[in-house]
């Protein structure tokens, strides 16, 4: 069972938006600004896209933008595109003492 | 360019031991924190171990500690992780990651496949 609760999948269409959420609790999400969001294509490496809640990192489509609530994250993306099909999870800072990061289960997200 | 570079992975037996190593370049190595992060087959991501910059702290999660070491060497500019007694439930693709102290995650390796199994 991973620390941040996400939903197992998502679907969109080209075109449409939708938003993954990631909720936690105020030991990591609701109690520190340090939400990051990775998406990961099958058989690579996760890729940055979110941090620090709602920074893009340079080279990261404008089409991806984060936001929090409380001990809820949400990763919102819009303009789906079929290359937008994915893994995506999130990931919190937390402040239980064993560790550093704790990550969500990870979301599918299929572009239909 | 930033690039980290994992080896060292394989098959071993359950209770044996391995040594990954994560080179890196494009960046100065030792002001950054590393962490490993790990991913069981068809599983999510775990964080594992991380260490600061200057190799004075290290920190692990529950279920490698006392088990794996994660360790650098600033002048090679490589992070390393002993594993020692394996389990099955220690096989994963393991990712060494840059970190932006543990706020974030930057930079990923390509990830190198342990499998514990007899």
């Known amino acids: 069972q991973s620390a941040l609760t996400q939903p197992a999948s998502v679907s969109g269409s080209p075109g449409q938006s939708i938003t993954i959420s990631c909720t936690g609790t105020?030991?990591?999400?609701?109690?520190?600004?340090?939400v990051s969001w990775y998406q990961q294509h099958p058989g690579k490496a996760p890729k940055l896209m979110i941090y620090e809640v709602s920074n893009r990192p340079s080279g990261v489509s404008n089409r991806f933008s984060g936001s929090k609530s409380g001990n809820t994250a949400s990763l919102t993306i819009s303009g789906l595109q079929a290359e937008d099909e994915a893994d995506y999870y999130c990931?919190?800072?937390?402040?239980?003492?064993?560790?550093?990061?704790?990550f969500g289960g990870g979301t599918k997200l299929t572009v239909l | 360019e930033v690039q980290l570079v994992e080896s060292g992975g394989g098959l071993v037996q359950p209770g044996g031991s391995l040594r990954l190593s994560c080179a890196v370049s494009?960046?100065?190595?030792?002001?950054?924190?590393m962490h490993w992060v790990r991913q069981a087959p068809e599983k999510g991501l775990v964080w594992v171990s991380r260490?600061?910059?200057?190799?004075?702290?290290?920190s692990h999660a529950d279920s490698v500690k006392g088990r794996f070491t994660i360790s650098r060497d600033n002048a090679k500019s490589t992070l390393y992780l002993q594993m020692n007694s394996l389990r099955a439930e220690d096989t994963a693709v393991y990712y060494c990651?840059?970190?932006?102290?543990?706020?974030?995650?930057?930079?990923w390796g390509q990830g190198i496949l342990v499998t514990v199994s007899s």
């Open positions: 260490i600061k910059a200057d190799g004075t702290g290290t």
């Open positions: 105020s030991s990591d999400v609701g109690g520190y600004n340090f």
């Open positions: 494009g960046f100065t190595f030792g002001t950054y924190w």
């Open positions: 990651a840059r970190g932006i102290t543990a706020r974030y995650f930057d930079y």
């Open positions: 990931s919190s800072y937390t402040s239980i003492s064993t560790l550093d990061v704790v």
